[in-house]
Nanobody
Framework: QVQLVESGGGLVQAGGSLRLSCAAS????????MGWYRQAPGKQRELVAS???????HYADSVKGRFTISRDNAKNTVYLQMSSLKPEDTAVYYC????????????????WGQGTQVTVSS
């Protein structure tokens, strides 16, 4: 019913930039919060940044000042602009839609994208 598709990952040198996009599609009524998580090999998935439907943002300390999350509510799309990338930013980045209301269903749901690889070389 609802799909999240990420794009924009790739290989970049340290100090470079990348922009990730995540588009949610399907029978969506509304989405409360959208966010980006990442998981490096051997590590737990961690929150990178999130943004509410009203535009309030939250960032992990490790990315503050380097990453910027934004959102287009009309397109159900969330973006992550990543700058001054470091090798430790290397991970699979996942998009998340929290508090999603779906046509014909009661309640709120959480959806995840399939992930996109970001590799930062030193």
């Amino acid at each position: 019913q609802v799909q999240l598709v990420e794009s924009g990952g790739g290989l970049v040198q340290a100090g470079g930039s990348l922009r990730l996009s995540c588009a949610a599609s399907g029978s969506i009524v509304s989405i409360d919060a959208m966010g980006w998580y990442r998981q490096a090999p051997g590590k737990q998935r961690e929150l990178v940044a999130s943004i509410s439907s009203g535009g309030s943002t939250h960032y992990a300390d490790s990315v503050k000042g380097r990453f910027t999350i934004s959102r287009d509510n009309a397109k159900n799309t969330v973006y992550l602009q990543m700058s001054s990338l470091k090798p430790e930013d290397t991970a699979v980045y996942y998009c998340n839609a929290l508090g999603t209301r779906v046509v014909g269903r009661v309640g709120y749901y959480v959806y995840w994208g399939q992930g996109t690889q970001v590799t930062v070389s030193s």
